[in-house]
């Protein structure tokens, strides 16, 4: 890629923390999940699950395969297509992150295990290409096997840190699902065992996540535009450009330039691609990193407006406000700063 923009794109992200739970359901079993902050990681080690989201077709992911939702979006995990599901705040409540679960689901059927992680980041970091990821990704066994230390660490990840103690059985739901819950939290602090290994496990899953982005990027990018977006020779050079150098006076046409495109081809291959105009990509990652610099810094208006490419101070207020809804002094009272 080029510049590896793959790395521009997820460094702001600051992950913060993960929750991680080990699956042992047998069949019939449904799930339910809200649409989460913060992305979310399924790895089926034995079995397969069947993943629903709203407005696509049914996906079935089997042993070794894994399924990435780069937005935490809202989706049902089952052993079968169309099964009647309960609501995972039933079966695991109180996901705190730097914490681990253990959930059976019991059943007469065939068994999958899974391992499952939540991890945080801060939402405003998030730069615009990666807003526009797709909802989910599927890494069939090809694409794990792709990235060696990816299908490794997911074994071991998957195989570790047993967890005992009383258990907290919940009661059957709707689909005859039957939840248990470890109670115990394995990463230090009230309650944990092992000093340290909230960040292990942090450390392990964000490497789990590039890993897992980076493999769909090697064999998705054929049927996902955006991935496409990455790695086009041309297209990749200018989002590169808005990603890291968002300051400079760009346009339409000195993008082009810089992508050694003429103006309308590069103009039509960055819509098909990334979802949208150059210009209103590079006023995204704009208004991305000063509302950043709002929350995070002390600076004056001035300051940030030249930072994120504005000449006019109020120029940079009008724009803000048009974008976020709110003026930078608003926006910057709101989250306290």
Partial sequence: MNGDLLSELLAPLRLRGVF???????????????????????????????????????????????????????????????????PLESVLPGRVPGSMRRVSIDGPGALTTMLCGGLHYEAAAAAPLYRALPQVLVLDRAAVAGEPLLGDLLARLATGWD????????????????????????AGGPGGRDPGLEIVALRAFELVFVLALRAAMASLAEGEPVLRALRHPAVGVALLAVQTRFAEPWTVRSLAAEAGMSRSAFAAAFRELVGEAPMRHLT????????????????????????????????????????????????????GV
Avoid: N
């Fill in 284 to 335: 995204a990652r704009r208004m991305q990193e000063a509302a950043r610099l709002l929350t995070e810094t002390a600076l004056p208006h001035t300051g940030i407006a030249r930072r994120v490419g504005y000449r006019s101070t109020v120029g940079f207020h009008l724009a803000f406000k048009q974008w976020h809804g709110f003026t930078p002094g608003e926006y910057r009272r709101l989250a």
């Fill in 163 to 186: 967890t005992t103690g009383p258990e907290q059985t919940g009661g059957r739901g709707p689909a005859g699902v039957r939840g248990a819950v470890d109670g115990q939290d394995p």
């Fill in 20 to 86: 991680h739970s080990r699956w042992a359901a047998r069949a019939p079993w449904g799930v339910a999940g809200e649409r989460e902050s913060c992305a979310l990681l399924h790895y089926v080690q034995e079995g397969t699950c069947v993943v629903e989201t709203p407005g696509a077709e049914p996906v079935v992911v089997g042993a070794g395969e894994l399924a990435v939702f780069p937005h935490g979006a809202a989706h049902r995990l089952a052993d079968a297509p169309g099964r009647a599901a309960v």
